[in-house]
């Protein structure tokens, strides 16, 4: 459908932005992440994701590629719609929900308004087993001749949590592979992101 949206944003309220592409303004809501990257009058780019129901047509707007790869991930899960996808987005990072599921921890995702111990509990183990077909299909690097992810310190544990974000084993394996195996996930992901970008 609609695969982003850029132009000047016009408008900004609550968990809302308007933007105004070729004269019409879309109005896209957004988490309060994403609210923090824009500033009203410029011009920006939201990674987009349209929500058709019966009675409504729903734009949803993302600063970055990742944000809206964790929100698909979330909307595809049992009793997850975009309204808790944004409001788990607004409460905690693409990041922070991979380093969550990843660690079994959802106690974290109850943070975010409308998210009970029970649909958190769901939430992680849906997205646990997605993040296990992933690095069972994608657990290769092509590159590399066969050669599997190392399974050594904390990568594993980086390349998990990466594929919540919608990255692929084999590229990011490349990336952790030449990181000190004994560093926090926390910081292989961030040193992943920042080369990545």
């Given at each position: 459908m609609i695969y982003s949206v850029r132009g000047t944003l016009i408008l900004m309220d609550a968990g809302i932005a308007v933007v105004e592409c070729g004269g019409v303004g879309y109005r896209v809501q957004t988490s309060i992440s994403t609210q923090k990257t824009l500033k009203l009058n410029s011009e920006v780019m939201?990674?987009?994701y349209m929500?058709?129901?019966e009675d409504a047509m729903e734009l949803f707007g993302f600063a970055s590629k990742g944000e809206l790869s964790t929100f698909k991930l979330?909307?595809?899960?049992?009793g997850v719609g975009p309204k808790v996808a944004l409001a788990i987005l607004s409460e905690l990072s693409s990041e922070q929900i991979a380093m969550a599921v990843?660690?079994?921890d959802s106690k974290t995702?109850?943070?975010?308004?409308?998210?009970?111990p029970k649909l958190a509990q769901r939430i992680v183990l849906e997205l646990k087993d997605k993040i296990r077909s992933v690095a069972?299909?994608?657990g290769f690097d092509p590159g590399s001749k066969g050669?599997?992810?190392a399974d050594t310190g904390n990568i594993p544990k980086a390349v998990a949590a990466l594929a919540v974000l919608g990255y692929s084993a084999a590229d990011v394996t490349p990336?952790?592979?030449?990181l000190d195996p004994n560093m926090s996930v926390e910081a292989m992901i961030a040193a992943t992101l920042k080369q990545m970008a």
């Amino acid at each position: 459908m609609i695969y982003s949206v850029r132009g000047t944003l016009i408008l900004m309220d609550a968990g809302i932005a308007v933007v105004e592409c070729g004269g019409v303004g879309y109005r896209v809501q957004t988490s309060i992440s994403t609210q923090k990257t824009l500033k009203l009058n410029s011009e920006v780019m939201l990674y987009t994701y349209m929500n058709v129901r019966e009675d409504a047509m729903e734009l949803f707007g993302f600063a970055s590629k990742g944000e809206l790869s964790t929100f698909k991930l979330l909307i595809g899960i049992t009793g997850v719609g975009p309204k808790v996808a944004l409001a788990i987005l607004s409460e905690l990072s693409s990041e922070q929900i991979a380093m969550a599921v990843s660690a079994g921890d959802s106690k974290t995702l109850t943070r975010a308004s409308g998210v009970g111990p029970k649909l958190a509990q769901r939430i992680v183990l849906e997205l646990k087993d997605k993040i296990r077909s992933v690095a069972t299909t994608e657990g290769f690097d092509p590159g590399s001749k066969g050669t599997v992810i190392a399974d050594t310190g904390n990568i594993p544990k980086a390349v998990a949590a990466l594929a919540v974000l919608g990255y692929s084993a084999a590229d990011v394996t490349p990336i952790l592979s030449r990181l000190d195996p004994n560093m926090s996930v926390e910081a292989m992901i961030a040193a992943t992101l920042k080369q990545m970008a």
